[in-house]
């Protein structure tokens, strides 16, 4: 009787948790369609705000180097964690751990943190801010989710797969492809998604390392709310 009584209350915290985080989101989603400026009214279903944000040169810009900052981030982190967990697993355990703890520290700093080491980093090598450094900040924190997330299932493979597979024929690049890609792609896609996610959230760090000459969505819309938040 006890362990269901627990097992109802677990359920029923998580569905609290779950309409505390998502009431939010639908409140947001349901506003976008209000026909008034009111935050607090719904006076009618109307499309309006949605005509002004696709006529907008502003906020359709920062919608595009949004996702161009994203996909790109995402590819080149998912294709350089890829390979250093794969160049790890030949290493020996002292400068594995070593990897490892390294590898954490980014996601254990606060972004701001982050943010202020790169945006040092590029102002000693005088590098303009653009896009191009908000890129390369974008694929610096990523690099470590990309870790985080394809290091276990490649430590969860069979050594023994690419021995097999070697002796049946394959060169190693052969092997690489047939077999380690295969075995570690759920790590892999897990870990893009993930980077994917972060970047397009990101502000605290974008803010501080893309300049004047790009701005994200989330840098378009706090700029926004030093006025008045357009619905």
């Not at 989101?25 to 935050?39: D, V, W």
């Not at 998912?78 to 520290?105: F, M, W």
């Not at 990101?202 to 819309?221: E, K, N, Q, R, V």
């Not at 926004?224 to 619905?231: I, N, Q, W």
Request: charged content about 15%; overall charge positive; aromatic content about 12%.
């Amino acid at each position: 009787m006890k362990q269901k009584k627990s097992f109802h209350w677990t359920r029923v915290v998580l569905a609290a948790v779950i309409v505390f985080f998502y009431i939010p989101i639908a409140y947001t989603i349901l506003f976008s369609f209000n026909a008034s400026r009111s935050l607090t009214t719904f006076s009618g279903f109307s499309l309006r705000w949605y005509e002004k944000m696709f006529s907008s040169s502003v906020t359709m810009g920062a919608i595009g180097t949004t996702f161009a900052i994203a996909i790109l981030a995402t590819v080149i982190s998912t294709c350089i964690g890829t390979i250093t967990v794969i160049g790890l697993s030949r290493c020996s355990k002292p400068l594995r751990r070593a990897v490892r703890t390294a590898n954490d520290l980014p996601i254990m700093n606060p972004d701001i943190v982050t943010a202020i080491g790169l945006l040092m980093f590029f102002a000693t090598l005088e590098v303009s801010k653009g896009f191009l450094t908000l890129l390369l900040a974008h694929i610096c924190f990523n690099i470590p989710y990309i870790i985080l997330a394809v290091g276990p299932k490649l430590r969860q493979m069979d050594r023994n797969l690419i021995d097999a597979a070697q002796d049946l024929g394959c060169t190693w690049m052969q092997a690489f492809w047939k077999v380690i890609i295969p075995e570690i792609k759920p790590g892999i896609v897990s870990g893009a998604l993930t980077a994917f996610t972060m970047s397009i959230d990101d502000f605290i760090i974008s803010y501080f390392t893309a300049g004047t000459s790009a701005s994200t969505l989330a840098m378009t819309i706090y700029g926004m709310t030093k006025k008045r938040v357009s619905p």
